[in-house]
């Protein structure tokens, strides 16, 4: 989360309106995002891939009304229409990814495709009819930040709306999922979620990288409907690797412009994470100290904000954030936890 908060560098990607053809039969098309701050996400349109001559769409978008007047006009640019849409696959399920994949399965009959690992989250955002970041509060509770997660807990998260947070018609695991004509390869790559997958078209070179890997900023790390648990900042360094076991291909990713090189952008997302561990490592001190704690001590965003003038939505990735490299350090035997009244104290090793 360090960069995801910053200011995008907006250039041409993310202009409503905008449909680019990034390799013979693949399109990117940018939604509008209102009142948030990453403006836009990519949406892919693929050709070939689908026996009947329709069209695979990579990510969905938010359900709202001006990403459907979006993509209807990306399509129009390439002679297409909306009902020629048949599968769309997600790449996690966060609103600006999911809801808008599941209104068009409504309005067109297309098949909707999400990582299995995402199937926790989805199922407690039904019980608790909400869809809050539960996952995410419960980290900022056991950081020593209640009141924060209170707050949080009391903001308007866009509404939930059970229909627009329907189960998708299959869940995904590892391995190819075709079309009739043409195949892509589904790699889990959980860390920004638990269940968030890729889907790597391995004949045109290509990575559909979701908030995987982003060229600009990093994604949050945890982000979570479904509860707490594991270590996903080590998982989300574990996918980073795995990404270099492939052949590099061109990185298409939701946020920001299509790259040349995904295993260059995957060497400079190591590098940044090993920074932070550093930073958090030195945050720690001599003290016992919970990851609220530890969160004040560090800058944010290349601009290095303090943490005091971060918005509490971005409070709440930054603590998310910290703990997850706290974590990581207590796994890479640097660092030690106590868990001491439903909080998280972290002490560096001497």
Known sequence: MAEQIARLDQGAWA????????????????????????HAVNVYLLEGLAEDGRLVMIDGGWAVPEAREALEAGLAGIGRELGE????????????????????????????????????????????GSDEPAGSLDVLRRAGADELA???????????????????????????????????KVVPTPGHTKGHVVFLDERRGL???????????????????AEAGGRPLADYLDSLRLMTRYADTRLLPAHGP????????????????????????AALGDEALDAHAVARRLAWTRRAVPFG???AFNQMLAINETAAHLDVLVLEGLATVAHVVGVDRYCRVR
């Open 309 to 311: 003038e971060l918005s």
């Open 15 to 38: 202009a409503p309106g905008v449909v680019e053809t990034v390799h013979p039969g693949v399109h990117r098309v940018p939604l509008p995002l209102p009142d948030d701050g990453l």
């Open 258 to 281: 299509v790259a040349d090189s995904a295993h260059t952008r995957v060497a400079e997302l190591l590098a940044h994470h090993d920074d932070r561990l550093a930073r958090s490592l």
């Open 207 to 225: 990575l559909f990288a979701g908030d995987h890997v982003l060229p600009h900023i990093t994604p949050s790390i945890g982000f979570e409907l």
């Open 150 to 184: 209170d707050r949080i807990g009391k903001m308007d998260h866009g509404g939930y709306d059970p229909e627009v947070w329907e189960a998708p018609d299959r869940w995904l695991g590892a391995g190819n999922v075709g079309f009739g004509a043409g195949e892509l």
């Open 85 to 128: 849409i048949s599968h769309i696959l997600v790449t996690h399920i966060h609103r600006d990814h999911y809801t808008h994949a599941v209104e068009l399965r409504r309005l067109l009959g297309s098949r909707v495709y999400l990582g299995a690992g995402e199937r926790p989250g989805l199922e407690l955002l039904h019980q608790l």
